[in-house]
C-alpha cells in the first residue's frame, strides 16, 4: 500500500527542531521552573479545579525530555531521560506516554510509564517505522504505522503485536472519539468522520492542517480542534461535528498542538508569538490564555485523563 501521509512533513519539522535544540544535552539539569502566569482570578481558578481533579499535561521540555506537570505549573515531573524525545501522547487510562526518541542514529516509537521507571521500544525496524504517526486505540493499544502505508498495534506494556489496516481510513492513521463510536483523520486537506472501525466516512470540511499534530476530540465527542496551517503560519481551528461550523480559538497566529481537558473546558496548546515556545492554556470557549511554562523550548503538548497519584 502506498503511504499517503505527510512523512516528509513531520520528519523536515523533526530537523528543524533539532536543530534548534541540538546544543541541549539529553543530560542538562532541569530545574523546577514551571509556574502559572494568571491573567485573571477566573483562569487561575479553572486551573486550581483541574489540579484538585487529578490531571496532567505532558510535553516535550528544555533537556529534550517528555515532562509532566500539574495545569497550574505546579508538580514538574520529567519521565524521559535518554535522546531527543517528543511528540508525547498519552494512553486512554493515562498510565502510560508514548512519544517519539531520537537517539542521534534514527528516531524510535517508546513508551514509558508516567514515572519513567519502566521504557520500552516498538519492535520495529528503524528503516520500517514511521514514528510520527501514531495513536493509542480506546482499547489502550498503540496503534502505528509503517513507511510503507501498513500499520501494527500493541499493547501498552510491549507484547501481542499485531498488523492491522488503514484502508478504511484511506492509508491515514485516525483519532478516536472517546466515545469509542467514532474516528477521524486528515487526508489532502480534508477532514473525514468515520464509525469507529473505518467504515462509512464522509468528507466533512477542507482544512489545511499540517498533518503530523494530532487532532484532538472534545471529551463529549461533539468537536474536534486540529492545527491549521494558513500562509506562514499555523493556527487552531475548532470543528462542530454536527453543525460542521468551523472557529478560530484565538485570533494570534503560530499556535499549534491544541488538546482538549479532561472536563472539556480548557485547551492547551503550543504558542509561538505572545510567549515564545511555550506552553498555554485557554478556554475552549474562547477568551484569555495563561502560560505554564518559562518560554524555553516547550513544544508538543497533550492534556491527559484524570489519574490517581502519580
Known amino acids: 500500500m502506498k503511504s499517503t501521509g505527510s512523512h516528509q512533513e513531520a520528519a523536515d519539522h523533526a530537523s528543524a527542531l533539532m536543530q534548534k535544540r541540538k546544543w541541549k544535552s539529553a543530560s542538562a539539569v532541569l530545574m523546577p521552573y514551571l509556574r502559572i502566569t494568571p491573567v485573571d482570578r477566573t483562569v487561575a481558578a479553572l486551573a486550581d479545579e483541574c489540579v484538585n481533579r487529578g490531571s496532567w499535561i505532558a510535553f516535550h521540555t528544555r533537556g529534550n525530555s517528555i515532562a509532566i506537570v500539574r495545569p497550574d505549573g505546579s508538580d514538574f515531573r520529567r ?6 524525545d517528543s511528540y ?18 534514527g528516531h524510535d516509537l517508546r513508551v514509558t510509564d508516567i514515572s ?79 464509525k469507529s472501525d473505518g467504515s462509512d466516512s464522509k468528507a466533512l470540511t477542507q482544512i489545511k492542517t499540517i498533518n503530523f499534530a494530532p487532532l484532538s476530540w472534545s ?36 499556535r499549534s498542538w491544541p488538546s482538549w481537558s479532561p472536563d472539556g473546558r480548557r485547551i492547551v496548546y503550543w504558542s509561538a508569538p505572545t510567549f515564545p515556545n511555550s506552553i498555554c492554556v485557554i478556554p475552549s470557549v474562547g477568551g484569555t490564555p495563561y502560560k505554564i511554562g518559562p518560554n524555553e523550548h516547550e513544544t508538543d503538548p497533550r492534556w491527559g485523563p484524570i489519574i490517581d497519584e502519580v
Open 79 to 84: 519521565v524521559t531521560e535518554a535522546g531527543i
Open 88 to 105: 508525547p501522547l498519552w494512553s486512554p487510562n493515562g498510565r502510560h506516554i508514548a512519544f517519539n526518541d531520537y537517539t542521534g542514529q
Open 116 to 194: 519513567g521507571n519502566t521504557t520500552w521500544c516498538v519492535s520495529c525496524p528503524e528503516e520500517q517505522l514511521d514514528a510520527f504517526h501514531f495513536v493509542w486505540k480506546p482499547s489502550g493499544r498503540l496503534f502505528y504505522r509503517h513507511k510503507n502505508g501498513c500499520a501494527s498495534s500493541v499493547a501498552s506494556d510491549g507484547s501481542d503485536t499485531r498488523l492491522e489496516d488503514l484502508a478504511p481510513w484511506k492509508g491515514q492513521i485516525p483519532s478516536w472519539s472517546p466515545d469509542g463510536t467514532r474516528s477521524a483523520f486528515v487526508l489532502r486537506e480534508t477532514l473525514y468522520l468515520a
Open 219 to 254: 471529551p463529549d465527542s461533539g468537536r474536534v480542534v486540529v492545527t491549521a496551517w494558513g500562509g506562514k503560519h499555523s493556527k487552531i481551528l475548532m470543528v462542530d461535528l454536527q453543525t460542521i461550523s468551523i472557529e478560530r480559538l484565538s485570533g494570534e497566529d503560530n
